[in-house]
């Protein structure tokens, strides 16, 4: 484990380029509300919430942070933070309801309307095409486990490409596929909560396919230079120790958590250890001729979200190394890291270590930091204000993490904060709160905490050095 030797806020900024882009990101989900508004239909997650005991207390997205309504005020917040990107996901059943056919005229108007709002405020649109919200359509004909949601999401983005490319000069395809395949169709956790591993995996592959279609496709319609990425949740697998067990749970962590993205992405070609895995498994990818080219189309930056990073014994509480089914143990083990409300360990070292491997393995991308921030549990003053000294003091040790990458080499152009504010956590709906701006969701007031005046005094000192 490197140790991260940038420290004090003068070090951090000192250690950060020039023209590093400083900015908060949210997804539509999570903060627009509106959900029956204008045309939207329903997404997966508009269904899922709706499973009895799937969401904590019951929560949904129908209202949110109202962002739909509010979204003048809300880029005006940004702008008085001194942020100078913003990146925001388009909601798909808001943009092409039912997932088919031409494109929602009240819907892509939401967007055309925060583009130019952005745009006024100086700060620059970053457009996620998909954070999570299938059209439920789809996922009623298969979902990502089957090879046209490929397609179909190749054709919604070329609707909101067409529409603002004009003025949106940073495209990220997909949101961490990781979280669509295993969370959603393997796990659970998230929509649709499906538990079916060789689908869950099928997701991957067509996920990723989805990707290379929109990207080849974005970047032939593209009236002008745009960039282009993908953002993945990766983090650093530690083994717990360097006997072959704990090696092997580590790699194979790593393998399904990170290299079975980046490898096809980047090298054309799914890791052979993944394969192998899988195959053992009785699992297949459902790889077709042309796929691994299109997958492998080049582009212009890696979205990096990161949170926390493990380490993996592949020893089971009682010394067996193989499971009933005879598979291989990989399970995680407390690194005694202090945690966040989320009860993720905080590890800005993994951080500094994942960046620092990417740059080594897949070199020439740019990365920027499109998510990184903490949920701890928050208590406001009558006025609203959050003295947030748990997440500022994340905030400060991540962003050495990253000027620490940067001095060992890596090409890191920005960091994006998780989250603009506090809003709907999936499945812990509304109990765990991200934001650097408080929201009081009774009356929908937003207070900047602590930790966004400290990101604002950031970006500024860091510009005017
Ligand atoms: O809130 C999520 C976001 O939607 C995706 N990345 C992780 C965040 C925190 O869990």
């Given at each position: 484990m490197s140790t991260t030797s940038v420290s004090g806020d003068a070090e951090l900024i000192a250690g950060l380029p020039a023209g590093f882009r400083w900015g908060v990101a949210t997804s539509a989900y999570q903060i627009e509300?509106?959900?029956?508004?204008?045309g939207r239909t329903p997404s997966i997650w508009d269904t899922y919430c709706r499973?009895?005991?799937?969401?904590d207390n019951g929560d949904?997205?129908?209202?949110?942070?109202d962002h739909y309504h509010r979204m003048p005020a809300d880029v005006a917040l940004i702008k008085d933070l001194g942020l100078d990107t913003y990146r925001f996901s388009v909601a798909w059943p808001r943009v092409q309801p039912r997932g088919k056919?031409?494109?929602?005229p009240a819907g892509i108007a939401f967007y055309d309307r925060l583009v130019d709002e952005l745009l006024v405020h100086g700060i620059d649109p970053w457009v996620t095409l998909?954070?999570?919200?299938?059209p439920q359509e789809l996922e009623d004909t298969?979902?990502?486990?089957?090879?046209d949601t490929a397609y179909r999401f190749a054709d919604y983005s070329m609707l909101v490409f067409d529409a603002l490319s004009d003025r949106v000069d940073t495209w990220t395809t997909l949101n961490e596929p990781w979280c669509s395949a295993m969370l959603g169709y393997?796990?659970?956790?998230?929509?649709?909560g499906r538990r079916e591993y060789p689908a869950a995996l099928a997701a991957v592959h067509h996920l990723l396919l989805g990707h290379g279609l929109a990207t080849v496709r974005m970047r032939e319609a593209a009236p002008r230079k745009v960039d282009i990425g993908i953002t993945l949740n990766v983090a650093t697998a530690y083994p717990a120790s360097s006997s072959e067990p704990d090696v092997e749970a580590a790699r194979h962590a790593d393998g399904m958590g990170r290299r079975i993205y980046l490898d096809p992405l980047v090298h054309g070609h799914y890791p052979a250890d993944v394969v192998a895995d899988l195959a053992a498994e009785g699992v297949e990818l459902p790889v077709e001729d042309g796929d691994l080219e299109l997958i492998s189309a080049p582009i212009d930056v890696l979205g990096v979200n990161y949170y926390f990073s493990q380490k993996f014994t592949?020893?089971?509480?009682?010394?067996?190394?193989?499971d009933d089914a005879g598979q291989p143990i990989s399970r995680t083990i407390p690194l005694d890291k202090p945690r966040t409300a989320m009860d993720w360990e905080i590890v800005p070292e993994g951080f500094t270590d994942l960046l620092v491997s990417i740059a080594r393995d897949y070199p020439g991308l740019p990365m920027v930091i499109t998510e990184n921030g903490s949920a701890f549990e928050d208590h406001a003053d009558a006025s609203g204000f959050v003295a947030d000294t748990d997440r500022t003091a994340y905030f400060t040790s991540h962003l050495a993490a990253v000027a620490e990458a940067i001095r060992q080499g890596a090409d890191i152009r920005g960091y994006l904060a998780w989250s603009l504010m506090d809003n709907?956590?999936?499945?812990?709906g509304y109990a765990k709160r991200f934001g650097i701006i408080r929201v009081?969701?009774?009356?929908q007031a937003r207070t900047p905490k602590q930790s966004a005046l400290y990101l604002k005094d950031l970006a500024q000192r860091h510009r005017g050095q």
């Open positions: 509300g509106a959900v029956a508004v204008d499973v009895p005991g799937a969401i949904t997205g129908d209202i949110a942070c056919g031409p494109v929602n998909y954070h999570w919200d299938l298969g979902g990502w486990p089957v090879r393997a796990y659970g956790a998230h929509a649709p592949g020893y089971a509480e009682d010394g067996r190394t193989v709907f956590e999936w499945a812990y009081d969701y009774e009356t």
